[in-house]
């Protein structure tokens, strides 16, 4: 059985510096370790392509499971883990959860993997 990802402060933003800037400490290391884990699957990959490129901004569980081919209650184990790592909201309506993607979290960790990148 896989370990769950312990928890962080996801409402600050990524840590650090940019990785060649200086040798990361610990803490900095396990925070972004813990989101490229969080990263580490395909499923969640997917998830994260479809919420990305949704016109509203935000989907539902019941529209995303049929999008990447999974049960809603996989997708939501998923949507779990990604809004644990501060990549994801969630905003309860009635029955449903709506899902929307945090571009910054992924801009912010693009920029400490390679600061450089996409310019």
Known sequence: MPKTLPLI??????????LAAAPMDNDAALEVALRLKALADPARVRLMSVLLSADAGEVCTCDLAPAVELTESTVSHHLGQLKKAGLVTSTRRGMNVYYSAKPDALDALRVVLDPNCCR
């Open 9 to 18: 402060d996801t409402t600050a933003p990524i840590c650090c510096a940019p």
